[in-house]
């Protein structure tokens, strides 16, 4: 079976075609391209690529931001209280 590509012209493309097609048009995201998904002709979405500052850390930026906030806290950490309240806010 040959591999089809959804290819837009003006990057519009309908709400059922990017059902259809979505994992080739994440696959064209990837690269770069973006697509404005219609519905009955009007605009309700955009597919676009991640903003550089959106991207996912690596895994050793993970780790330091992990070890900063260890840092930040002095004692015993009691979970239960800290969820308790959390809720109250």
Same mark, same amino acid.
């Given at each position: 079976? %040959?591999?089809?590509?959804?290819?837009?012209k003006d990057s519009k493309i309908g709400?059922?075609?990017?059902?259809?097609?979505?994992?080739d048009l994440l696959r064209q995201v990837e690269q770069g %391209? +973006?697509?404005? *998904?219609?519905r009955r002709g009007?605009?309700?979405?955009?597919?676009?690529?991640p903003a550089p500052d959106?991207? +996912?850390a690596s895994p050793e930026a993970v780790r330091e931001a992990f070890r900063k906030i260890?840092?930040? *806290? +002095?004692?015993?950490?009691?979970i239960?209280?800290?969820?308790e309240a959390?809720?109250? %806010?």
């Open positions: 079976m %040959r591999k089809q590509t959804v290819r837009m709400a059922f075609e990017a059902k259809t097609h979505l994992a %391209r +973006s697509f404005e *998904i219609c009007r605009p309700i979405a955009r597919l676009v690529p959106e991207e +996912s260890r840092q930040r *806290i +002095s004692g015993p950490v009691n239960r209280a800290l969820i959390g809720r109250r %806010r």
